[in-house]
Nanobody, 126 residues
Framework: QVQVVESGGGSVQAGGSLRLSCVVS????????MDWFRQAPGKEREFVAV????????NHADSVKGRFTISRDNAKNTLYLEMNSLKPEDTAVYYC???????????????????WGQGTQVTVSS
């Protein structure tokens, strides 16, 4: 049974920073392509960042490029999202998602991911 658990959310002022973590258990972590999505109230779930199984390839949404960085530590079964220069429009529930795939393809659609965490709230005030 695969479990995905996020942590690290909270409330910050605009310009601040947060680091989200996501631990995956139940299968070899390096078997997964990993993604961060987010969902704001009344909006659809949207892609934030994706990282290949080895960590060698990443992609970030244009809205967060240069401010957010996705990374992973396969020895610790942990995915990270470093968020800097936060803006009020970054306010959302952030979800970690896993897809059992070892490839160079970076998938960015929610329906392509099988395993999801419960989400962690990030609130940025102006």
């Amino acid at each position: 049974q695969v479990q995905v658990v996020e942590s690290g959310g909270g409330s910050v002022q605009a310009g601040g920073s947060l680091r989200l973590s996501c631990v995956v258990s139940g299968r070899t972590f390096s078997s997964y392509t990993m993604d961060w999505f987010r969902q704001a109230p009344g909006k659809e779930r949207e892609f934030v960042a994706v990282i290949s199984w080895s960590g060698g390839r990443t992609n970030h949404a244009d809205s967060v490029k240069g401010r957010f960085t996705i990374s992973r530590d396969n020895a610790k079964n942990t995915l990270y999202l470093e968020m800097n220069s936060l803006k009020p429009e970054d306010t959302a529930v952030y979800y970690c998602a896993a897809r059992a795939e070892r490839s160079t393809i970076l998938r960015t659609n929610p329906w392509e991911y099988s395993y999801w965490g419960q989400g962690t709230q990030v609130t940025v005030s102006s």
